[in-house]
């Protein structure tokens, strides 16, 4: 199972927007506390979080919580890796992948980094911008992740208004 891992997320609706991405590509989401909004239902529905009822998620009071009780692959996304999210290949034979996204404002806490420097990847972009959205990150990160290990069990024709929806236009 592929893994999404918001380390201390910030901002709702960029987490409201990662909780559609995993509801829709079938992943779990692994939220590490302490979070920038409150879980509760009035807050989820403004911030646009409607997946709820779809969504396999955990919170976990801090890394450490989270950390020690997971197995498989990881792969760390931070603007400060050496090396391009390209050069990762994701293990198809691995139980779980887990791909680890840092907080808005300043990313995963870099002593996590520190003990996984090989496991690091950077979204290559202009050298000159200072980072891309959290959610498309996280959207990025997860085709790519998909694209390489297979895209399971997911419909790739469109069910809800039918295959043949653009001939009838």
């Known amino acids: ?10 901002i709702p609706q960029n987490t409201g927007n990662i909780m559609r991405t995993c509801s829709a590509f079938k992943m779990k989401l692994h939220l590490i506390e302490p979070l920038g909004f409150e879980l509760d239902e009035k807050h989820l529905r403004r911030a646009g979080m409607d997946y709820m009822k779809e969504l396999d998620y955990s919170v976990y ?27 990762c290949n994701f293990d198809e034979t691995a139980e779980d992948i887990y791909l680890v996204f840092g907080k808005e404002s300043t990313g995963i806490d870099k002593a996590i980094l520190k003990g996984h420097l090989d496991e690091c990847y950077r979204i290559p972009m202009r050298s000159d911008a200072r980072s891309l959205n959290l959610s498309n990150c996280v959207a990025i990160g997860a085709y790519e992740c998909m694209r390489q290990i297979g895209f399971g069990d997911l419909s790739d024709r469109e069910v809800i208004k039918g295959e043949d929806f653009l001939l009838r236009c």
């Open 61 to 87: 009071k801090n890394w450490d919580d989270f950390y020690e009780r997971r197995n498989g692959q990881f792969v760390y996304f931070t603007r400060y890796a050496l090396k391009s999210f390209v050069e």
């Open 1 to 10: 199972m592929i893994h999404i891992v918001l380390f201390e997320p910030e």
